[in-house]
Protein backbone atom coordinates (compact mmCIF):
# COMPACT_ATOMS: atom_id res chain seq x y z
CA UNK A 1 0.00 0.00 0.00
CA UNK A 2 1.17 2.88 -0.81
CA UNK A 3 2.29 5.54 2.32
CA UNK A 4 2.09 9.22 1.96
CA UNK A 5 2.90 11.54 4.67
CA UNK A 6 1.64 15.33 4.97
CA UNK A 7 2.57 17.86 7.65
CA UNK A 8 2.92 21.41 7.87
CA UNK A 9 -0.39 21.81 9.51
CA UNK A 10 -1.25 24.07 12.64
CA UNK A 11 -3.13 26.99 14.15
CA UNK A 12 -2.93 30.12 11.90
CA UNK A 13 -4.62 33.45 12.33
CA UNK A 14 -7.03 34.59 9.46
CA UNK A 15 -5.07 36.25 6.56
CA UNK A 16 -2.09 34.06 7.46
CA UNK A 17 -0.50 31.61 5.13
CA UNK A 18 1.25 28.19 5.59
CA UNK A 19 2.98 25.46 3.58
CA UNK A 20 1.57 21.76 3.31
CA UNK A 21 4.14 18.89 2.41
CA UNK A 22 3.37 15.63 1.31
CA UNK A 23 5.95 12.88 1.51
CA UNK A 24 6.47 9.54 -0.07
CA UNK A 25 9.13 6.74 1.82
CA UNK A 26 7.89 4.10 -1.48
CA UNK A 27 6.67 6.13 -4.20
CA UNK A 28 8.24 8.54 -6.34
CA UNK A 29 5.36 10.92 -6.13
CA UNK A 30 6.35 12.77 -9.77
CA UNK A 31 5.40 10.06 -11.62
CA UNK A 32 1.75 10.12 -10.10
CA UNK A 33 -1.16 12.66 -10.48
CA UNK A 34 -1.22 14.32 -6.88
CA UNK A 35 -4.20 16.00 -5.05
CA UNK A 36 -5.12 17.70 -2.03
CA UNK A 37 -8.29 17.28 -0.52
CA UNK A 38 -9.64 18.55 2.64
CA UNK A 39 -12.26 17.66 5.12
CA UNK A 40 -14.32 20.28 7.37
CA UNK A 41 -14.91 19.37 10.82
CA UNK A 42 -17.92 17.43 11.42
CA UNK A 43 -18.42 16.43 8.03
CA UNK A 44 -16.82 12.78 7.69
CA UNK A 45 -19.05 11.91 4.85
CA UNK A 46 -17.09 11.27 1.49
CA UNK A 47 -18.90 13.78 -0.18
CA UNK A 48 -18.21 15.98 1.86
CA UNK A 49 -14.76 15.95 0.79
CA UNK A 50 -13.22 18.77 -0.88
CA UNK A 51 -10.56 18.16 -3.23
CA UNK A 52 -8.43 22.09 -3.64
CA UNK A 53 -5.63 21.21 -5.40
CA UNK A 54 -4.15 18.79 -8.40
CA UNK A 55 -0.86 18.75 -9.67
CA UNK A 56 -0.51 15.95 -12.64
CA UNK A 57 2.65 14.06 -13.85
CA UNK A 58 3.81 16.44 -16.25
CA UNK A 59 3.66 19.75 -13.81
CA UNK A 60 0.50 21.03 -14.18
CA UNK A 61 -1.71 22.69 -12.13
CA UNK A 62 -5.48 22.32 -11.26
CA UNK A 63 -7.48 24.23 -8.99
CA UNK A 64 -10.47 24.58 -7.40
CA UNK A 65 -12.74 27.82 -7.83
CA UNK A 66 -13.06 28.66 -4.31
CA UNK A 67 -9.21 28.54 -3.55
CA UNK A 68 -7.69 30.14 -6.88
CA UNK A 69 -5.72 32.89 -6.19
CA UNK A 70 -4.51 31.71 -2.44
CA UNK A 71 -3.21 28.84 -3.09
CA UNK A 72 -0.67 27.22 -5.34
CA UNK A 73 0.61 23.64 -5.20
CA UNK A 74 4.24 22.38 -6.42
CA UNK A 75 6.53 19.80 -6.47
CA UNK A 76 10.24 19.55 -5.49
CA UNK A 77 11.28 16.23 -7.10
CA UNK A 78 14.37 15.83 -5.88
CA UNK A 79 12.84 15.92 -2.38
CA UNK A 80 10.10 13.88 -3.56
CA UNK A 81 7.37 15.88 -2.28
CA UNK A 82 4.43 18.23 -2.93
CA UNK A 83 3.65 21.36 -1.41
CA UNK A 84 0.46 23.15 -1.08
CA UNK A 85 1.20 27.14 -0.13
CA UNK A 86 -1.84 28.66 1.50
CA UNK A 87 -1.98 32.43 1.16
CA UNK A 88 -4.80 34.72 2.55
CA UNK A 89 -6.37 32.07 5.15
CA UNK A 90 -9.82 32.37 6.42
CA UNK A 91 -11.87 30.21 9.09
CA UNK A 92 -13.74 28.32 6.47
CA UNK A 93 -10.32 26.50 5.36
CA UNK A 94 -10.47 24.90 8.53
CA UNK A 95 -10.26 21.59 8.44
CA UNK A 96 -7.99 18.32 7.76
CA UNK A 97 -5.98 18.66 4.54
CA UNK A 98 -4.73 15.50 2.71
CA UNK A 99 -2.66 14.17 -0.20
CA UNK A 100 -3.81 11.69 -2.39
CA UNK A 101 -2.75 10.00 -5.44
CA UNK A 102 -4.91 10.49 -8.53
CA UNK A 103 -5.97 7.99 -10.69
CA UNK A 104 -8.32 9.83 -13.06
CA UNK A 105 -7.41 13.56 -15.00
CA UNK A 106 -6.77 16.20 -12.34
CA UNK A 107 -9.80 18.01 -13.82
CA UNK A 108 -11.82 15.45 -11.76
CA UNK A 109 -10.17 15.78 -8.47
CA UNK A 110 -10.48 19.60 -7.74
CA UNK A 111 -13.78 21.22 -6.57
CA UNK A 112 -16.67 20.11 -3.96
CA UNK A 113 -17.44 16.73 -5.98
CA UNK A 114 -14.48 15.63 -6.55
CA UNK A 115 -12.98 12.04 -7.57
CA UNK A 116 -10.48 9.85 -8.35
CA UNK A 117 -8.13 9.61 -5.26
CA UNK A 118 -7.09 6.39 -4.15
CA UNK A 119 -3.67 6.64 -1.56
CA UNK A 120 -4.06 9.21 0.99
CA UNK A 121 -1.98 9.93 4.25
CA UNK A 122 -3.36 10.35 7.34
CA UNK A 123 -3.69 14.11 7.06
CA UNK A 124 -2.89 17.32 9.02
CA UNK A 125 -5.19 19.38 10.41
CA UNK A 126 -4.87 23.04 9.64
CA UNK A 127 -6.79 25.75 12.32
CA UNK A 128 -7.72 29.23 11.43
CA UNK A 129 -8.53 31.15 13.92
CA UNK A 130 -11.00 34.58 13.35
Known amino acids: QVQLVESGGGLVQHGGSLRLTCASP????????IGWLRQAPAKAREEAREGGSCVNSEGSTYYADSLKGRVNISRDNAKNMVFLQMNNVNPEDTAVYHC????????????????????WGQGTQVTVSS
Open 26 to 33: DIPLNTYN
Open 100 to 119: ATVVLNCVYAVGPNAIGFAS
